[in-house]
């Protein structure tokens, strides 16, 4: 899917592994790669798209703006992954408020422990990451609510 401000895709992480949804910032998109039918990838990817479907939460509406974007995911509680203009680190946490020309970001350290607040403008956001299986099995420690001693290698 795609909007005036961003592009909804799932994310191919390697070869056929599908894991979660990226959502990137169509400012930062410099050239886009279509996948022609006849290839192996094109053919296995739609086998997996129709196999599995996935709850289409994502209306192209909220992909128009990014205050529409920013607050669904603020009103729906998602944990994503946030890159900014450097893709060597990436953000994880809950949006907390959402401006005119920014929002809060309520992040989390590599020991999920809360790390602060963010203030990030829209525009230096290059991509997020939602629904993957690296955020969904945070997600599990996080509403489980017991933080003992546990450790986790950073996420890049």
């Not at 279509?34 to 209306?59: A, F, M, Q, R, V």
């Not at 729906?76 to 203009?85: F, G, K, R, S």
């Amino acid at each position: 899917k795609q909007g005036t401000h961003w592009y909804l895709a799932k994310q191919n992480v390697v070869d056929y592994v599908l894991d979660g949804f990226i959502c990137i910032n169509r400012h930062f998109i410099m050239y886009e790669n279509e996948i022609h039918k006849d290839t192996i990838l094109y053919k296995i990817l739609s086998i997996k798209n129709g196999t599995k479907k996935d709850p289409d939460i994502y209306n192209d509406s909220i992909l128009n703006g990014y205050d529409s974007f920013f607050s669904f995911l603020q009103t729906n509680q998602i944990l994503v992954a946030i890159c900014l203009h450097n893709e060597d680190a990436v953000f994880v946490g809950k949006i907390k408020d959402v401006s005119d020309m920014s929002f809060l970001l309520s992040s989390y350290d590599t020991d999920l422990n809360e790390s602060g607040t963010m203030k990030i403008p829209f525009n230096k956001v290059r991509y997020i990451q939602m629904h993957t299986d690296y955020l969904n099995s945070i997600n599990l420690f996080l509403d489980k609510g017991d933080r003992g001693q546990a450790s986790v290698t950073p996420y890049k």
